[in-house]
């Protein structure tokens, strides 16, 4: 996702690029740990602009996440669409940035740094990625989970288990008060 200085000027511009997901480095990462998989490309329109000495980035991103449901263990997919706002700015020279107390610290002030002719868009674009994955995926909000007794699938139904065991988390509080089982 390199962009050339040359195409960035005061006047906004905007780039879309779709890309697979095998091309970020992280994204790629999760998806051989089984984490999560992206059955799609990572498509982003993105508006990029020069700021005195910062280059701007603003857009969204969108994508396909497959993910195991965190209850029921099912897959499912799970659109992403999010907002990106970044910064880049001009890396110091080497021998500009030790011990200088007046430098400025591009990672305190959240700006991601660029050398050379070119800006490359891919960490922070799949870091964005990755913030928008929810930290506990579940297929539905109100997914009912396998039984833990006989694994049964609680979203098609009740199983043949003791019923006290299948009237949620709250149920056994309740058995615990009166010993059973
Ligand atoms: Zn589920
Ligand atoms: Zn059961």
């Known amino acids: 996702m390199k962009v050339s200085l040359r195409e960035i000027g005061e006047v906004k511009t905007t780039i879309e690029f779709e890309i697979p997901a095998e091309r ?18 990572i498509a982003s329109r993105l508006t990029l602009q020069r700021v005195s000495d910062l280059i701007e980035v603003e857009g969204t991103i969108s994508c396909t996440a497959r993910l195991s449901c965190a209850r029921c263990l099912a897959e499912f997919d799970l659109p992403i669409a999010t907002a990106v706002r970044l910064a880049y700015t001009r890396a110091l020279p080497e021998a500009q940035a030790p011990g200088d107390a007046e430098a400025v610290d591009p990672e305190v002030l959240d700006l991601l740094p660029f050398s050379g002719e070119e800006i490359d868009l891919t960490e922070g674009v799949q870091e964005e990625i990755v913030l ?33 065991e299948q009237a949620g988390p709250f149920a056994a509080l309740r058995n615990l008060k009166i010993g059973a089982p």
């Not at 506990?136 to 007794?149: I, S």
């Open 132 to 164: 928008a994955l929810p930290l506990r995926a579940l297929c539905r909000e109100d997914c009912r989970g396998l039984c833990p007794r006989c694994g049964a699938d609680w979203n098609r139904g009740p199983c043949t288990c003791p019923q006290q």
């Open 24 to 41: 970020f480095p992280v994204l790629r990462e999760m998806a051989l740990r089984g984490e999560v998989a992206f059955p799609g490309t």
